[in-house]
């Protein structure tokens, strides 16, 4: 694996190292001894799913509150989509910054997401599917969001009148 550091304090783009053959390949996604000699957190308590049908789908801004906030490691296994991140940590230099990759099952890149920050993503094709691996057990009582679309944040999304919930879409804007 190759980590590449991000604009965002401790947030990292992850190629992998792919071992190809006549078969395919073969490549190593996660190794706890590598990301704890970065000092990355490496707990893994649960993985989860996210499916999208349809092209445009927009989920987040998402993120757990404390004692419950979440690293995750994020993958598109089938599809593609612009992943998007956003520090919410007030004493963090890139404090409400924001940075985006086009993750696809084509290019294998994987994004680590520090506690304190919100991730959402868009898809960009039809029947998109996501794996995330997750430092926490989900606590919905803790699970929190900041609008999508606040002008705070300014990101620029690829594709515009996104299909995205009611919820996604009641979030407040952030206040720093």
Known sequence: MKL???????????????VRDERGFFARTWCAEEFQQL???S??????????KSRGTLRGMHFQAEPY???????????????????LRPHSPTYCKWFAAELTSANH??????????HGFQTLVDNTELFYQISETYQAEYARG????D??????WPISNPIISARDSA????RP
Not at 44 to 52: D, E, G, K, P, W
Not at 70 to 77: G, M, P, V
Not at 146 to 149: A, I, L, M
Not at 171 to 174: F, R, S
Request: glycine share 8%; aromatic share 10%.
């Open 4 to 18: 590449i550091r991000l604009p965002l304090s401790g947030a990292y783009l992850i190629e992998l190292d792919l």
């Open 39 to 41: 000092g990355l957190k």
């Open 43 to 52: 707990k893994l308590a649960q993985c989860s799913i996210s499916s999208n």
């Open 69 to 87: 906030a979440e690293t995750k490691l994020i993958r598109c296994s089938s599809g593609a989509i612009y992943d998007v991140i956003v520090d």
């Open 109 to 118: 890149k994987m994004l680590y997401v520090p506690e304190g920050f919100a």
């Open 146 to 149: 900041v609008r999508w679309n």
């Open 151 to 156: 002008p705070i944040f300014g990101i620029e």
């Open 171 to 174: 979030y407040a804007d952030h």
